[in-house]
T-cell receptor
Framework: DGGITQSPKYLFRKEGQNVTLSCEQN?????MYWYRQDPGQGLRLIYY???????QKGDIAEGYSVSREKKESFPLTVTSAQKNPTAFYLC???????????FGSGTRLTVV | GENVEQHPSTLSVQEGDSAVIKCTYS??????FPWYKQELGKGPQLIID?????GEKKDQRIAVTLNKTAKHFSLHITETQPEDSAVYFC????????????FGKGTTLSVSS
């Protein structure tokens, strides 16, 4: 089956620790995106990548980092510099030609 | 950059009634307007989209209208059913290459039977 795999579904970390969220796709889509979802805030763009080895900051990139070494993978690292990291994180892909996105099932990160 | 406003934030209707969700956007260069449905604990799913060269698009009980002059677009759901209950997001993207979708804050639709 073609799709997007986000793992793990639930993640708990202690404050001050970096954590990496995984996003893997087998849709052969060029573009990949990371969004953060908080109650009442909608989906806010963290980072996106239109092609391998290239990525751009979104509206709320501070405290996050990404890499795009392979077309299939776009991991997101939540660093200790992110002041309020507890949220639902969504990865998405698209063909890059301004078409619709396909979303993964998300990772809920809780920092205690 | 683009800014998308979505109203209302919550909407409650009786089964069989119609539901309308409205969005406005700020960047006149935006040319793609999708709508997503998100069920609890899941990722959003595309339900319908419209491009700026079209004024209206229908898919069974769902329709989207676009007014480019006023920079707003709307989602219409007719004959609502309990399974339509979910959070709905509108989004917009500009014509510039390499840009990403900007989303509204979402509307929680509740359909009671």
């Amino acid at each position: 089956d073609g799709g997007i795999t986000q793992s793990p579904k639930y993640l708990f970390r202690k404050e001050g620790q970096n954590v990496t969220l995984s996003c893997e796709q087998n849709l052969n889509h060029d573009a990949m995106y990371w969004y953060r979802q908080d109650p009442g805030q909608g989906l806010r763009l963290i980072y996106y990548s239109q092609i391998v080895n290239d990525f751009q900051k979104g509206d709320i990139a501070e405290g996050y980092s990404v890499s795009r070494e392979k077309k299939e993978s776009f991991p997101l690292t939540v660093t200790s510099a992110q002041k309020n990291p507890t949220a639902f994180y969504l990865c998405a892909t698209s063909t890059g030609s301004r078409g619709g996105y396909t979303f993964g099932s998300g990772t809920r990160l809780t920092v205690v | 950059g683009e800014n998308v406003e979505q109203h209302p934030s919550t909407l409650s209707v009786q089964e069989g009634d119609s539901a309308v969700i409205k969005c406005t956007y700020s960047d006149s260069a935006s040319n793609y307007f999708p709508w997503y449905k998100q069920e609890l604990g899941k990722g959003p799913q595309l339900i319908i989209d419209i491009r700026s060269n079209v004024g209206e698009k229908k898919d069974q009980r769902i329709a989207v209208t676009l007014n480019k002059t006023a920079k707003h677009f709307s989602l219409h759901i007719t004959e609502t059913q309990p399974e339509d209950s979910a959070v709905y997001f509108c989004a917009a993207s500009t014509a510039q290459a390499g840009t990403a979708l900007i989303f509204g804050k979402g509307t929680t639709l509740s359909v009671s039977s």
